[in-house]
């Protein structure tokens, strides 16, 4: 069969097509949006009418999934890895309720931050709710995990969580399909009682899933994903986890001498990992994230053989892995190639040319000079940019919504006037509820939602704000007279300073909503439509 | 056979273009692939790269190791030299001359070109000119696979193949005139070898 070339995140979108998912559920996030984007663009998902709507943000999105499920569809919802705090709740909730049809959680983590704010390691969320967690290490187990990751998951009526890194989401390779899988009719559960977590059910579901972790590592045990691979030397034995497994590999060219666990199905398999224990005389552990297994082999007294990694400065303590740090810990010699040459200077990303983003900058920045810097609450978007030269306009950036409710509590501390800055699709996704707030107390803020009518950091994917921005403002109880649409551009400037400016002396929450839609999503708009 | 590429470039400059292109050519002589890019942040006006492998058995890591590159094709000078730690000791640079300067400390263009001159292995053209000449000025980047075509292990009609099918839905114009840009990108190498 010809092989595809796909992405890691298109394999995993094929997979659940051809897996039989009747419906994925997402908000865009690097490194996990192009598996909604595949979906959407799939002429197969659509013939078969496969749900692929973005969601206002990852909690609505697993919810939704679980509804699927509950209804009894396969359901595949997938976000980057803090997106997974958001739909924390969720997430974890789901592992009580357990499943009808079939239900993938995909997490996409980011070690190194390419597009992220931490490099915290999803697996964690997979070991404490205890559920079979899925790590593929290249992209045909991406496609092979989510094909049969449904029917794993309803065999023990768990989710399934599936973890990829950047790398491999965001990498090609050829990809074999299989034969499509028919999507589920759809049933309500056996038990009607089973998706209500009233403490006394949630007890008993709560120990249904205790009673389900020895068949759940028995099934990791014999996971055709893990392998022990033997080699001659005993010296060290090798934990891979994931896409550290092709590290190894490539160091070696595909013959590694000392035998070699691959994991690839979680928890741990505990029978290879044993084996390994009883003919080597120490452990190395390749993982790219967070030292976990690492510290689960070492343990708290560090008692048995040698465990090396992230721990033991074997391999660093941050970062992602690569085929040279891999070979540093391995003890190979490393062939580097030439210095970076010093005229080399950073070519940080920056606000496009006649972005609305840098006009509403220029305005905020010159209203403030009188009131001094440091007041600035900024989120998650193009405009966080605002934070580098020539802006350096912004003062934070935690999380998608705290830019509102930062300000909030700033001004509760004597910040007055404290400044918000916000798009309007992460207005929709976290930012609506911390308004709610401000209007409640009339905050002495200034929120300015960034209007410009997309998700742009993630490529312009349809944004839930789209018209409504100033209806949701209305809505949700802002002062009409201090609710101000402008337009941000250049011939606009002393107008809209002056709006600015107004709406900073006011002791009291105003809204300024400057509105015009990104110029890469209007390019492509324009394209698409003379092409039609 | 294998063929260790990194493709650089600012985000925007169609490198991800190029990499579809050799990627396609690769798989339909069945060989194996793996190309990582770089999505999201750096994609507004940031440095940007693709590592891309190519070989005739599997390939294992998705990343190329630092010194084992066979060659960095690069279509902007300055991002041609940022990858050298990737270079093989006997690699070749190819890249486009014309700077894209959306930085206020990006360096002079005669040192530069001193440090491009000083390379010992390389071609360096002027892609925008060639494309023009060419009749699109869009398709530099189709100028420098041209430009690098000799050591990728791909025939011409293999690249050709790979424009053909990716520009095949946006009509024969524009599939004439990338076509067309390769094979003025060949001959500027050509003239450098």
């Known amino acids: 069969m010809q092989k595809v070339v796909l992405l890691g995140d298109e394999a995993i979108a094929q997979g659940a097509i051809d897996g039989g998912v009747s419906g994925f559920y997402a908000y865009p996030g690097t490194p996990s949006t192009e598996i909604m984007e595949y979906a959407q663009s799939s002429k197969e998902a659509a013939s078969k009418g496969i749900h692929r709507i973005w969601s206002a943000n990852e909690k609505t999105a697993v919810e939704a999934a679980i509804g699927m499920s509950y209804a009894g569809k396969r359901a595949m919802t997938q976000m980057k890895h803090v997106g997974l705090n958001v739909a924390a709740d969720a997430f974890v909730n789901a592992s009580i309720t357990g499943v009808n049809g079939g239900l993938i959680v995909v997490a996409a983590d980011d070690p190194s931050m390419h597009s992220s704010q931490n490099e915290q390691d999803s697996r964690f969320y997979g070991d404490f709710t205890m559920i079979p967690m899925l790590e593929p290490c290249d992209q045909q187990e991406a496609y092979d995990m989510a094909y049969n990751g449904f029917e794993l998951s309803e065999k023990f009526n768990v989710p399934v969580m599936m973890r990829l890194t950047t790398r491999l989401a965001h990498s090609r390779s050829g990809v074999e399909r299989k034969p499509q899988k028919p999507e589920l009719k759809g049933s309500l559960p056996q038990d009607p009682r089973q998706f209500v977590l009233l403490p006394a059910i949630a007890r008993r579901n709560y120990k249904k899933l205790l009673g389900n972790l020895d068949s759940i590592q028995e099934s990791a045990n014999n996971s055709p994903y893990n392998k022990y691979i033997d080699g001659a030397d005993k010296s060290l034995g090798i934990v891979a986890c994931g896409i550290a497994f092709n ?282 439509a003379s092409k039609e | 056979m294998k063929t260790d590429i990194i493709l650089a470039g600012v985000g925007g400059q169609g490198i991800l273009t190029i990499a579809a292109i050799i990627g396609v050519a690769a798989v339909n002589k069945n060989m194996y692939l793996k190309q990582s890019e770089v999505h999201g942040m750096s994609q507004r006006g940031g440095d940007v790269q693709s590592h891309l492998r190519i070989s005739d058995s599997p390939v294992h890591s998705d990343l190329i190791p630092r010194g084992h590159a066979d060659i960095i094709l690069s279509v902007e000078p300055m991002e041609a030299l940022r990858y050298l730690p990737f270079l093989k000791p006997d690699g070749y640079v190819i890249t486009n001359l014309v700077p894209f300067n959306n930085i206020v400390d990006y360096p002079e263009e005669t040192r530069l070109n001193e440090k491009i001159d000083a390379l010992p292995r390389k071609v360096a053209i002027n892609a925008d000119e060639i494309a023009k000449e060419a009749g699109s000025a869009r398709a530099s980047n189709i100028v420098m696979l041209g430009a690098a075509s000799r050591f990728l292990n791909l025939s011409t009609e293999d690249l050709e193949f790979g424009i053909k099918s990716l520009f095949g839905r946006k009509g024969e114009e524009i599939v004439v005139m990338n076509i067309k840009a390769l094979h003025a990108g060949i001959e500027a190498a050509e003239k450098q070898m």
């Open chain 1, 247 to 528: 590290y190894l590999m490539e160091n070696y060219a595909g013959q590694c001498p000392f035998p070699v666990v691959k994991v690839s199905q979680y928890p741990v398999p505990r029978n290879h990992i044993e084996k390994l224990r009883s003919e080597c005389k120490a452990i190395l552990v390749l993982e790219d994230g967070y030292p976990l297994v690492e510290r689960m082999l070492k343990g708290f007294f560090g008692a048995g053989i040698p465990i090396m990694g992230r721990l033991d400065g074997s391999l660093p303590r941050d970062g992602e892995l690569n085929p040279n740090n891999v070979a540093a810990a391995l003890g190979l010699r490393i062939v580097e190639g030439a210095d970076v040459p010093e005229i080399v200077r950073n070519r940080p990303p920056s606000l496009c040319p006649g972005c609305g983003h840098r006009d509403m900058y220029n305005a905020l920045n010159e209203a403030l000079v009188e009131y001094g810097t440091g007041r600035v609450f900024s989120d998650i978007g193009c405009y966080t940019l605002g934070a580098l030269p020539p802006f350096n306009a912004i003062n934070s950036c935690v999380d998608m919504g705290a830019s509102i409710t930062m300000a909030v509590g700033a001004s509760d501390a004597g910040l007055i006037p404290a400044v918000a800055v916000i798009g309007d699709s992460t207005f929709t996704h976290s930012g609506m509820t911390g308004l709610l707030d401000a209007v409640i107390k009339n905050s002495p803020i200034v929120v300015v939602i960034s209007d410009n009518s997309t998700t742009g950091m993630t490529g312009g994917q349809d944004s839930h704000g789209v018209g409504r921005i100033v209806e949701i403002c209305r809505g949700l109880g802002v002062d009409e007279k201090h609710l101000r649409v402008v337009n941000p551009l250049r011939k606009n400037h002393e107008e809209n300073l002056a709006i600015f400016k107004e709406e900073l002396a006011y002791q009291g929450l105003s809204v300024i909503i400057p509105q015009r839609e990104c110029i890469q999503t209007a390019a492509r708009r324009k394209r698409a």
